[in-house]
Structures are given as structure tokens and as C-alpha cells.
């Protein structure tokens, strides 16, 4: 069974440029999740999609991040300005359902210069 | 709102010593636990996860955590730990609600030296 795939693995960006993270959840799974996770933290949900609605984006910025799961399926996450604070490792996970395990992808590094 | 805490960045064994990785959490209901493991430019990884039932609970590549309620405690342990250990673990806490919205700890760097 193939995993969460995400691409980029790695992005470097000046702040103010824009960026798209892409993520491809498991076959099937309903449920996708965006984490963004700091050095040196724990991982922080930023938006959480059931199929193609959004359950929870209370801690996605929404000023500077967008994301949008059409069909249900493949997911992009936005940010656009950048900042130096956004910086960190985007990780996206899917679930069978929303209250099921959740599958983590290799995460993308954001490094804004 | 739950929250977890863990105790120690980093935490520093030898091969083939206990492992104990500290987790205390919040919770104003029952709460779901689980532990995660990262590996170097790798996602997260389930080892283990309390729900209901038995309180100690067994994960994967020996590891074990034991649900103590009176302690508001979810420590991770392992028998004898492995150079394949090294990694960062994560405790997390979600509701036993229907959307399962994770709150992750800040993590324990785990060293293990020869």
C-alpha cells in the first residue's frame, strides 16, 4: 500500500515569494490533515479537511495560508507572503475516516531566507 | 482544551539500557493517547495508542506505555534500548470525540550511545 506522498521534500524561498506544498493521501482515506511543525516542536494542526470540506482551520493563518482539497483527493497548501516564522516542516497526514489512525507523509522543509 | 507535556528534550541512554520517555497530559474528559516516533527527514510514525480498555498498552519494536489516570501520566518505556532507537518521540492527547484533532507535545530527542 502505498503511503502519503508530498512534494517538494525541501523548498527555499526570500520572504514575501510565494509557495505550494502538494499532498497526495492515501487511496481511499477521506480525512486529510496539514500539520505545520516548528523546530523544536510538536507538530500543530493547521487545517483538516473531510473529503473535499473543512472540518477545523481554527490555527491556519488565513491571511497569508489557503489550502483546497478538490475532488476529495490531492491537497495544496498556500502561503503567500511568505515569512521568515513560517519556516518549518509541513507535514500532511490522511485517515480512513475522521476518526481513524492517521498516516503521516515525509513532510515538506520550508526554509524562508 | 488538552494539552500534553513532556518532560526532557533529550534524553540519553546506552545501548541496551531502560528507556523511559516522560508524557503527563490535560484533559477535561477521557482522553485518546498515543505516541509517535520521527525518524530523520521522515514522517511520524504510530507506536502505540490508549483508547479504552487495558492500560498498558503495547506498541511496536518493543515499546510500551501504561495509561495512569490518578497520574495524569502516559510515560513510554522500553526493556532494552536499541541504536536503532535513536529518534524524536512524540506523546499526543485527542478527545474521544468524532473528529480526531491531535495536540502534540514538544518531543524527547532520544540518544543512545554504544
Known amino acids: 500500500e502505498a503511503g502519503v506522498a508530498q512534494s517538494p521534500r525541501y523548498k527555499i524561498i526570500e520572504k514575501r515569494q510565494s509557495v505550494a506544498f502538494w499532498c497526495n493521501p492515501i487511496?481511499?482515506?477521506?480525512?486529510l490533515y496539514w500539520y505545520q511543525q516548528i523546530l523544536g516542536q510538536g507538530p500543530k494542526l493547521l487545517i483538516q479537511?473531510?473529503?473535499?470540506?473543512?472540518?477545523?482551520d481554527s490555527q491556519l493563518p488565513k491571511d497569508r495560508f489557503s489550502a483546497e482539497r478538490l475532488k476529495g483527493v490531492d491537497s495544496t497548501l498556500k502561503i503567500q507572503p511568505a515569512k521568515l516564522e513560517d519556516s518549518a516542516v509541513y507535514l500532511c497526514?490522511?485517515?480512513?475516516?475522521?476518526?481513524?489512525?492517521?498516516?503521516f507523509g515525509p513532510g515538506t522543509r520550508l526554509t524562508v531566507l | 482544551a488538552q494539552s500534553v507535556t513532556q518532560l526532557g528534550s533529550h534524553v540519553s541512554v546506552s545501548e541496551g539500557a531502560l528507556v523511559l520517555l516522560r508524557c503527563n497530559y490535560s484533559?477535561?474528559?477521557?482522553?485518546?493517547l498515543f505516541w509517535y516516533v520521527q525518524y530523520p527527514n521522515q514522517g511520524l510514525q504510530l507506536l502505540l495508542k490508549y483508547t479504552t480498555g487495558a492500560t498498558l498498552v503495547k506498541g511496536i519494536n518493543g515499546f510500551e506505555a501504561e495509561f495512569k489516570k490518578s497520574e495524569t501520566s502516559f510515560h513510554l518505556t522500553k526493556p532494552s534500548a536499541h541504536m536503532s532507537d535513536a529518534a524524536e518521540y512524540f506523546c499526543?492527547?485527542?478527545?474521544?470525540?468524532?473528529?480526531?484533532?491531535?495536540?502534540f507535545g514538544t518531543g524527547t530527542r532520544l540518544l543512545v550511545s554504544p
Open positions: 499526543a492527547v485527542t478527545l474521544n470525540t468524532g473528529f480526531q484533532k491531535l495536540v
Open positions: 479537511f473531510q473529503n473535499n470540506g473543512v472540518v477545523d
Open positions: 497526514a490522511s485517515s480512513l475516516e475522521a476518526s481513524g489512525r492517521q498516516f
Open positions: 487511496s481511499g482515506h477521506a480525512t
Open positions: 484533559s477535561s474528559v477521557p482522553p485518546y
